[in-house]
């Protein structure tokens, strides 16, 4: 297959990593609350804060406490809780409540023990084909596509742009140096992600006093043997968060991790969970305007969920540039095909939820397949 790029953009969810044996949704959190009552014994803050949100939901909503956890809202009500400072003095920190960072925590272990040790075949054949310049924005927290790519020994990047030159109100693009890189953009963070800032503030804090206190945050500790390294490879602004995102290389290290002590950099799967995006709102940027000028759109696995709105709201701009920009563009022997997306329906079911999740779409133009993710419907999405 031709190397030439084709300047795509892939918009990947949680029904792509389903296949390998990744949980979604409620599964997720379920296993997170196991994880946790096997980590701290079942009266744990995750599961008080769980009981008090039953008793809330109950008297203001008369839903019994029986009645299935929506746990979207749960996790919002603890996001509202803490960003809001509702405890007041009991807040227990900048990066979250004790809860919520059980969660993140719970979260991590869960999803980094049932990672694959090698790529499935699934994963390699999507990363096989992609190309250098093909974008690919993906919500999922898991390293599956970097994984694969870093099997395949495809170079790839995980911030928006090299930059050449950084300027006071404008940079310079270093376009060469992206020649032959696949652009991976983990819009709700990662599980081997970690913000240096909480760190930061601390050590300046403790530095105030007589007898400052050591860190016991096992990555940005003092002789740490934890490996990681800054998310941005090259100049950055300094105004941008993510230039203190850093990657840590190796999570068997984090296995033993309080959750006290560090978090990895992920949003919650929380309808508030735009609260807590300031550290990637970089990867967010501009996309209202993309689209337009890429010659392949494709969206594997995401449904669109109504509680994403600022999710929609941004693919809602890119699909529609795509499809309604220019749509018979050529350039570079290149044109346009339709949007496509690839989700997955149980035989002889509708496909009627994936149409009104996505009914912004121009449908003349698109394209939707509901197999699920095997080779026949990769390639399909891929051509």
Same mark, same amino acid.
């Not at 969660?103 to 023990?113: P, T």
């Given at each position: 297959?031709?190397?030439?790029?084709?300047?795509?953009i892939f =918009?990947?969810?949680?029904?792509?990593?389903?296949?390998?044996?990744?949980p979604?949704?409620?599964?997720?959190?379920?296993?997170?609350?196991?994880?946790?009552?096997?980590?701290?014994?079942?009266?744990?803050?995750?599961?008080?804060?769980?009981?008090?949100?039953?008793?809330?939901?109950?008297?203001?909503?008369?839903?019994?406490?029986?009645?299935?956890?929506?746990?979207e809202?749960?996790?919002?009500?603890?996001?509202?809780?803490?960003?809001?400072?509702?405890?007041?003095?009991?807040?227990?920190?900048?990066?979250?409540?004790?809860?919520?960072?059980?969660?993140?925590?719970?979260?991590q272990?869960?999803?980094?023990?049932?990672?694959?040790?090698?790529?499935?075949?699934?994963?390699?054949?999507?990363?096989?084909?992609?190309?250098?310049?093909?974008?690919?924005?993906?919500?999922?927290?898991d390293?599956?596509?970097?994984?694969?790519?870093?099997?395949l020994?495809?170079s790839?990047?995980?911030?928006?742009?090299?930059?050449?030159?950084?300027?006071?109100?404008s940079?310079?693009?270093?376009?060469?140096?992206?020649?032959?890189?696949?652009?991976?953009?983990?819009?709700?963070?990662?599980?081997?992600?970690?913000?240096?800032?909480?760190f930061?503030k601390?050590?300046?804090h403790?530095?105030?006093?007589?007898?400052?206190?050591?860190?016991?945050?096992?990555?940005?500790?003092?002789?740490?043997?934890v490996?990681? !390294?800054?998310?941005?490879?090259?100049?950055?602004?300094?105004?941008?968060?993510?230039?203190?995102v850093?990657? =840590?290389?190796?999570?068997?290290?984090?296995?033993?991790?309080?959750f006290?002590?560090?978090?990895?950099?992920?949003?919650?799967?929380?309808?508030?969970?735009?609260?807590?995006?300031?550290?990637?709102?970089?990867?967010?940027?501009?996309?209202?305007?993309?689209?337009?000028?890429?010659f392949?759109?494709?969206?594997?696995?995401? !449904?669109?969920?109504?509680?994403?709105?600022?999710?929609?709201?941004?693919?809602?701009?890119?699909?529609?540039?795509?499809?309604?920009?220019?749509?018979?563009?050529?350039k570079?022997?290149?044109?346009?095909?339709?949007?496509?997306?690839?989700?997955?329906?149980?035989?002889?079911?509708?496909?009627?939820?994936?149409?009104?999740n996505?009914?912004?779409?121009n449908?003349?133009?698109?394209?939707?397949?509901?197999?699920?993710?095997?080779?026949?419907?990769?390639?399909?999405?891929?051509?």
């Amino acid at each position: 297959m031709s190397d030439s790029p084709r300047f795509r953009i892939f =918009v990947v969810g949680a029904g792509f990593s389903v296949h390998a044996g990744l949980p979604l949704g409620g599964q997720l959190i379920e296993f997170v609350r196991q994880s946790v009552n096997r980590k701290y014994g079942s009266e744990n803050k995750l599961e008080r804060d769980l009981y008090w949100y039953l008793k809330y939901r109950e008297r203001c909503d008369h839903i019994s406490c029986d009645a299935p956890v929506d746990y979207e809202k749960f996790m919002s009500y603890l996001d509202l809780e803490h960003y809001l400072g509702l405890r007041g003095s009991d807040t227990w920190s900048d990066e979250g409540n004790e809860s919520q960072l059980l969660i993140r925590n719970g979260i991590q272990e869960v999803i980094y023990s049932r990672t694959p040790s090698t790529p499935t075949d699934e994963c390699i054949r999507f990363c096989e084909q992609l190309r250098p310049q093909d974008i690919v924005l993906t919500f999922n927290y898991d390293t599956l596509i970097e994984d694969a790519l870093d099997f395949l020994g495809k170079s790839y990047r995980l911030f928006p742009s090299r930059l050449k030159e950084v300027g006071i109100s404008s940079s310079i693009v270093d376009s060469e140096a992206e020649e032959d890189e696949i652009c991976i953009s983990k819009l709700h963070g990662s599980i081997d992600w970690y913000d240096k800032t909480p760190f930061l503030k601390d050590r300046e804090h403790a530095s105030q006093y007589e007898h400052p206190w050591d860190s016991r945050h096992p990555v940005f500790k003092d002789g740490t043997a934890v490996v990681s !390294s800054p998310m941005i490879d090259g100049l950055s602004h300094e105004d941008d968060p993510l230039r203190y995102v850093y990657r =840590v290389d190796d999570l068997s290290q984090l296995t033993e991790a309080q959750f006290w002590q560090c978090s990895p950099l992920i949003l919650s799967p929380s309808s508030s969970k735009i609260l807590y995006a300031n550290p990637l709102k970089s990867l967010w940027r501009g996309l209202q305007q993309a689209g337009g000028l890429n010659f392949g759109l494709g969206v594997i696995g995401y !449904s669109l969920p109504p509680y994403d709105e600022y999710a929609r709201q941004a693919l809602y701009h890119l699909m529609r540039n795509y499809t309604e920009f220019e749509y018979d563009l050529e350039k570079m022997g290149l044109t346009k095909g339709p949007a496509r997306i690839l989700d997955y329906s149980p035989p002889g079911s509708s496909d009627w939820k994936i149409r009104r999740n996505y009914s912004f779409m121009n449908w003349e133009r698109t394209e939707l397949n509901t197999s699920g993710l095997n080779a026949k419907s990769i390639d399909w999405l891929m051509q």
